[in-house]
């Protein structure tokens, strides 16, 4: 080792030094690792009732600059392993048409998506991203704003912890998010253009379908009910994915848009089915 450069301790330097929650979320403002303090019992309630009123929260600058740099260059290193998910699907994941449906039914109306998916199981032991995720006061942290108590790490080979990537024209179709009540996403490095998260909320409910509205929002019939979504750089956000159809609208320019999304669980030990890993990561059967 060159000796002009002992005695650097950043986190940069050959990945050196460990990850640590700590060292990755911005405690500063978000002190989730103190369970017993009132700034976090604050943060709980601001954000369950964000949540509760518009279906999503975000907390803005929840990850520290060195740490958001280097899960930007970790994407950047796996993205050739990266799967290109490209599909044209409907908005309840389904790839094919149903012919005894009418053409305007929502089960019918098709749009095309192409994200690039680096699955679970491509990231290093010390990854920032992993580090995160299982850091229990993350865990914590969300149960407490989601309000199912407790939660756990999903144990899916491919699952728990992603980057998505979007290059120059990839978009992600209206969709509703399926199994989940609640989706987790984390922005590492917006797109120079585009790449927009949108949300018509509370689209459909567990009772009611809610076709004719479902199909105005694919139609762009009921743009007054759509919001968009600001996400900064280091931005955590929180929907519920699965009553909210949301997209992302078509990245242009040559920055990539790269997010973190993570799964966790109501019940332990619970894995991901073999058929969505197939169509998600490429992952054979
Ligand atoms: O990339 C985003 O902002 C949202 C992605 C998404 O739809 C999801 O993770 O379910
Ligand atoms: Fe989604």
């Known amino acids: 080792m060159d000796d002009n450069n002992m005695g650097d301790n950043s986190m940069s330097d050959n990945n050196a030094e ?20 009132a700034e976090r019992a604050a943060l709980v309630s601001r954000y369950r009732q964000q949540l509760d009123e518009n279906l999503y929260c975000s907390l803005p600058n929840f990850i520290r600059p060195a740490a958001l740099q280097a899960m930007a260059a970790e ?13 044209r699907r409907n908005c309840y994941l389904q790839r094919s048409e149903d012919a005894s449906l009418p ?27 992993k580090t995160f995720y299982h850091w ?3 865990r914590e942290l969300l149960a407490d704003i989601v309000g199912n108590q407790p939660l756990y790490d999903n144990e899916d ?31 590492v490095q917006p797109a120079e253009r585009g790449g927009n998260f949108e ?19 694919l139609l762009g019939e009921a743009d007054d009910t759509v919001q968009a979504v600001g996400r900064e750089a280091g931005e955590l956000c929180i929907f519920r994915g699965c009553h909210s159809l949301h997209r992302v609208s078509q990245v242009a320019g040559d920055t990539m848009r790269i997010m973190g999304v993570f799964v966790y669980e109501s019940a332990p030990g619970v894995v991901g089915n073999a058929e969505v890993n197939e169509t998600v990561y490429g992952i054979a059967r």
């Open 75 to 87: 994407a950047k290193t796996l993205r050739s392993k990266a799967y290109d998910n490209r599909s």
């Open 18 to 37: 460990m990850w640590q929650g700590q060292n990755i979320v911005n405690c500063h403002d978000y002190p989730i690792h103190d369970n017993s303090s």
């Open 136 to 138: 229990p006061a993350v």
């Open 157 to 187: 080979l491919y699952q728990p912890a992603n980057y998505v990537c979007y290059n120059d024209g990839d978009q992600s179709s209206w969709h509703f998010d399926s199994d989940n009540a609640f989706t987790v996403t984390l922005m």
């Open 103 to 129: 053409d305007n039914h929502p089960r019918n109306i098709m749009q095309d998506a192409s994200t690039r998916m680096i699955a679970y199981h491509l990231l290093p032991q010390n990854s920032p991203l």
């Open 199 to 217: 949300l018509s909320a509370n689209t459909r409910s567990d009772a009611d379908q809610n076709y004719d509205h479902v199909a105005k929002v």
